[in-house]
T-cell receptor, first 114, second 114 residues
Framework: DGGITQSPKYLFRKEGQNVTLSCEQN?????MYWYRQDPGQGLRLIYY???????QKGDIAEGYSVSREKKESFPLTVTSAQKNPTAFYLC?????????????FGPGTRLTVT | GDSVTQMEGPVTLSEEAFLTINCTYT??????LFWYVQYPGEGLQLLLK?????DKGSNKGFEATYRKETTSFHLEKGSVQVSDSAVYFC?????????????FGTGTRLTVIP
């Protein structure tokens, strides 16, 4: 089955540690995205990548980093510089076709930093 | 800039009641409009979409019509079920601001009671 996988589902870290969240897709999509979701708020875009080896900052990129070495993979690193890292993180992908801009989402990773 | 405003929740309805969740938007170009649904602990799933004015998106008994004159995309369902309990997000993508990026509303939590 085609889809997006995120692992792990729950992640716990101590303050001051970097942590990397995994996102893999087998939909052959060109574009991938990372969002952060906080309680009672909509999704906020962290980073996005429209093609391999290229990515752009979203609205809240500070304290995060990404890489896009393969089309299928778009890992997100939450660095110790991120002041409030505890959140639900969602990865998404989309085709780059003109006719459709819907995004397909993974199941999410809930990160708790104490 | 582009933005989406949605009806604040939470919304609680009895089974078989009529549902409306309001969504209005601001966009610089000609956006595509989406409704996503998020079940507890999961990622987002596309519920329906409309890509041009007067289009009606529909799925699983839900409907929304793209109204350019009122810049709205209200979600409706004639008879809700307990299984419809979830958070609903209105979103837009705008060709003029980066077609692959979605702008989300804050979400509306729906609870349907038997």
């Amino acid at each position: 089955d085609g889809g997006i996988t995120q692992s792990p589902k729950y992640l716990f870290r101590k303050e001051g540690q970097n942590v990397t969240l995994s996102c893999e897709q087998n939909l052959n999509h060109d574009a991938m995205y990372w969002y952060r979701q906080d309680p009672g708020q909509g999704l906020r875009l962290i980073y996005y990548s429209q093609i391999v080896n290229d990515f752009q900052k979203g609205d809240i990129a500070e304290g995060y980093s990404v890489s896009r070495e393969k089309k299928e993979s778009f890992p997100l690193t939450v660095t110790s510089a991120q002041k409030n890292p505890t959140a639900f993180y969602l990865c998404a992908s989309s085709t780059d076709q003109v006719a459709s801009y819907e995004q397909y989402f993974g199941p999410g990773t809930r990160l708790t930093v104490t | 800039g582009d933005s989406v405003t949605q009806m604040e929740g939470p919304v609680t309805l009895s089974e078989e009641a009529f549902l409306t969740i309001n969504c209005t938007y601001t966009a610089t170009g000609y956006p595509s409009l989406f409704w996503y649904v998020q079940y507890p602990g999961e990622g987002l799933q596309l519920l329906l979409k409309a890509t041009k004015a007067d289009d009606k998106g529909s799925n699983k008994g839900f409907e929304a019509t793209y109204r350019k004159e009122t810049t709205s995309f209200h979600l409706e369902k004639g008879s809700v079920q307990v299984s419809d309990s979830a958070v609903y997000f209105c979103a837009l993508s705008d060709l003029q601001t980066g077609a692959n990026n979605l702008f989300f509303g804050t979400g509306t939590r729906l609870t349907v009671i038997p």
